[in-house]
Nanobody, 124 residues
């Protein structure tokens, strides 16, 4: 099991940027696909981005493609989500998740370990 802690959330104006970090402990994430999901009030948790253990395959939801960038630093046991050109509809709690030897799936059920989330609020 890997423990995940997200940070970097906050309040930003539309058009601004934030960089989320997900620090892992307990196990190395080098054997894990890592994903970012988000959940807005009253809505289901939705896929944002994922990266395979090697970093060779990266996936984004259509709603964030071209604006968000997922990256990983296995040496630091950390995953990042750079979010640019933020929109009010990006407002949500953002969660980091780990899937042991996973394919970088877009379904939350695939992921075994989750962080507590970090709030991102984008004002118009």
């Amino acid at each position: 099991q890997v423990q995940l802690v997200e940070s970097g959330g906050g309040l930003v104006q539309a058009g601004g940027s934030l960089r989320l970090s997900c620090a892992a402990s307990g196990r190395t994430i080098s054997s894990y696909a890592m994903g970012w999901f988000r959940q807005a009030p009253g809505k289901e948790r939705e896929f944002v981005a994922a990266v395979t253990w090697s970093g060779h395959r990266i996936y984004y939801s259509d709603s964030v493609k071209g604006r968000f960038t997922i990256s990983r630093d296995n040496a630091k046991n950390t995953v990042y989500l750079q979010m640019n050109s933020l929109k009010p509809e990006d407002t949500a709690v953002y969660y980091c998740a780990a899937d042991f030897w996973g394919p970088g799936a877009d379904t939350p059920e695939r992921y075994e370990d989750w962080g507590q989330g970090t709030q991102v609020t984008v004002s118009s």
